[in-house]
């Protein structure tokens, strides 16, 4: 059984940074790609970032680009992602998922997701 536990996300300031985690356990972490999604208050749940298995590609969403970067550590079966010069509209419920296909940004491609971490940002 898979599981993923996030962590990291607390209430934070416009323009700080702040980077969450992600441990996977229950399988081989290098056989998943992994990816990042959050959740606004009364919206819909929405693609943050993805990595391959191996970290050799990522995608990251257009709302965030230049601001967040993912990155994945095999060895300690965890994921990041790292926020900088975060904004109101980044506050949300942040969740990781393990997917077992190609990368994706869509989150009905994922097999496994988190509970979630809560980020909020105020001015």
């Known amino acids: 059984q898979v599981q993923l536990v996030e962590s990291g996300g607390r209430l934070v300031q416009a323009g700080d940074s702040l980077r969450l985690s992600c441990v996977l356990s229950?399988?081989?972490?290098?056989?998943?790609?992994m990816g990042w999604f959050r959740q606004a208050p009364g919206k819909e749940r929405e693609f943050v970032a993805a990595?391959?298995?191996?970290?050799?590609?990522?995608f990251i969403a257009d709302s965030v680009k230049g601001r967040f970067t993912i990155a994945r550590d095999n060895a300690k079966s965890t994921a990041f992602l790292q926020m900088n010069n975060l904004e109101l509209e980044d506050t949300g419920v942040y969740y990781c998922?393990?997917?077992?296909?190609?990368?994706?940004?869509?989150?009905?491609?994922?097999?496994?997701w988190g509970r979630g971490t809560q980020v909020t940002v105020s001015a």
């Open positions: 998922a393990a997917d077992l296909g190609p990368l994706s940004r869509l989150a009905e491609r994922y097999d496994y």
């Open positions: 229950g399988r081989t972490f290098d056989h998943y790609a």
């Open positions: 990595i391959r298995w191996d970290g050799g590609n990522t």
